[in-house]
């Protein structure tokens, strides 16, 4: 991808302003990878360790934890919002999805999980 390509791929679609955050809950077949850049971008966000990080938000080597409802863990779920609460240390993945397309959850019947 070039540099023009991946910037406007970083953009937010216009649709997130009016989705519930459908891609920021964990769902059969859809993985969100932590890389080591995200956990130290996050850990600069926080102003603690990258150890740190890994032991209060990661799931697993690869991934973060999520609520029973299979929220991510940084997601705002509040009756008046449903927002990423670490938006500026969001990881690459997030940055980058739906990866410049129309995005898939509002393609398909992406319901949240009950
Ligand atoms: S599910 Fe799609 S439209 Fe909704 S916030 Fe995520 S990328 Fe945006
Ligand atoms: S880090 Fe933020 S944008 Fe990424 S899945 Fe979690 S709540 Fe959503």
């Not at 991946?6 to 459908?22: D, F, I, Y």
């Not at 209060?56 to 990423?84: E, I, M, P, W």
């Not at 959850?105 to 992406?110: E, P």
Request: charged residues 25%; proline residues 8%.
């Amino acid at each position: 991808m070039d540099a023009k390509n991946a910037s406007r791929a970083e953009q937010p679609p216009s649709e997130c302003a009016r989705c519930p955050g459908h891609c920021c809950y964990g769902r059969p077949g859809a993985v969100l990878l932590i890389t080591a850049r995200d956990i130290n971008r996050l850990a600069r966000h926080f102003g603690i360790t990258d150890q740190e990080v890994r032991r209060r938000y990661l799931k697993n080597r690869y991934t973060f934890k999520v609520g029973t409802d299979h929220a991510c863990v940084f997601l705002a779920t509040d009756r008046s919002s449903q927002r990423c609460t670490v938006y500026a240390a969001r990881p690459d993945q997030c940055r980058r999805f739906p990866y410049g397309r129309p995005c898939p959850y509002l393609t398909r019947d992406h319901g949240k999980p009950s």
